[in-house]
């Protein structure tokens, strides 16, 4: 074989390999992160959420005042180039108040939330899994809690956990927030315990815990994770609800709630103190909203018309 002839030949090698690297299938990864790459609303809600979580947390670092501050010379002020968002009755600034209180609902939104899923998860795949009265016993616990609203049983429990902090408020949101995704999570599960990757762990001796944390779990994450991130904003509105009807966290704790409920009477009044804490809620939720849509469409493309 001449020069030209092996130049041509490994030519025509380097070529296929090209075609064979451009045909390779992506994996699922990189297929929903290329699909999310091209939704602005992906983008939106997640720039919008980003700008929130620093500004919660790195705002009261540049402020002058603390939310217990008292100005007892601007008492019910508005909006100023020394009270951003104005005063409360006693002199309580309500930028620093809205902040400090958006940091508590993000820190219990974004625990809550994901802790809900996992418990979701891991309920939801041991009942689908085992099956028989298993299944049984943990589906009719499950129709139990779902009888009465999660909302009217953290109610009924307020008095247990008023008197503690708003850490007892998040465990009891995530305690009361996973049945209906433990729901889906048993079917899916259900229609996997057959397939034959699972049969195969199964006869290969593998425990049961090993099988829904390798072969179960993985293959319906997609779910959880989109659960997950519309769990945030179910907990977040949860606890607002709460606190707002008095419910949730208690004073000297502040929460969009709290201030939303201190601000109700004044709306018309003195707006400043319903105005803002309500607009950074709702920008919060809108934010969480669109990288929950997003998800969903990226993951599971035929959940709705992909409006990216």
């Given at each position: 074989m001449t020069v030209l002839q092996e130049e041509a030949v490994e030519a025509s090698l380097d070529a296929d390999a090209v075609v064979t690297g451009a045909?390779?299938?992506?994996s699922r990864?990189?297929?929903v992160w290329l699909r999310l790459k091209s939704m602005p609303r992906f983008w939106v809600g997640a720039g919008v959420f980003a700008f929130i979580v620093l500004w919660a947390f790195t705002g009261p670092l540049l402020y002058p005042f603390s939310p217990t501050d008292r100005d007892v010379y601007n008492m019910n002020m508005g909006p100023t180039l020394m009270h951003w968002f104005g005063t409360n009755s006693i002199g309580q600034d309500i930028y620093a108040q809205t902040?400090?209180?958006l940091q508590k609902s993000l820190v219990i939104g974004l625990i809550a939330g994901p802790v809900a899923t996992i418990i979701a998860a891991v309920v939801g795949s041991a009942a689908g899994y085992l099956g028989g009265w298993p299944d049984k016993v943990i589906g009719w616990f499950v129709h139990l809690l779902l009888?009465?609203?999660?909302?009217?049983?953290l109610v009924l429990l307020s008095p247990i956990y008023k008197g503690l902090s708003w850490v007892a408020l998040t465990v009891f949101l995530a305690?009361?927030?996973?049945?209906?995704m433990a729901q889906v999570v048993r079917s899916q599960t259900r229609s996997l315990r057959n397939r034959d990757f699972v049969?195969?762990?199964r006869y290969m001796g593998m425990p049961t815990g090993a099988i829904l944390r390798r072969h179960i779990i993985p293959n319906i994450a997609s779910l959880l994770i989109i659960d997950a991130t519309l769990g945030v904003v179910t907990a977040i509105l949860s606890e607002t609800s709460l606190?707002?009807?008095g419910f949730g966290v208690q004073k000297p704790d502040v929460s969009l709630g709290t201030l939303l409920a201190d601000g109700t009477a004044a709306a018309l009044t003195r707006p400043w103190l319903f105005v803002f804490p309500a607009m950074v809620l709702i920008a919060l939720l809108f934010a969480i909203s669109l990288i929950g849509d997003a998800l969903r469409?990226?993951?599971?493309?035929?959940?709705?018309?992909n409006r990216g």
């Open positions: 045909r390779r299938p992506l990864n990189r297929l902040l400090s209180g009888v009465i609203p999660s909302f009217f049983i305690i009361f927030s996973w049945m209906i049969r195969a762990a606190s707002y009807f469409d990226a993951i599971d493309p035929t959940s709705g018309v």
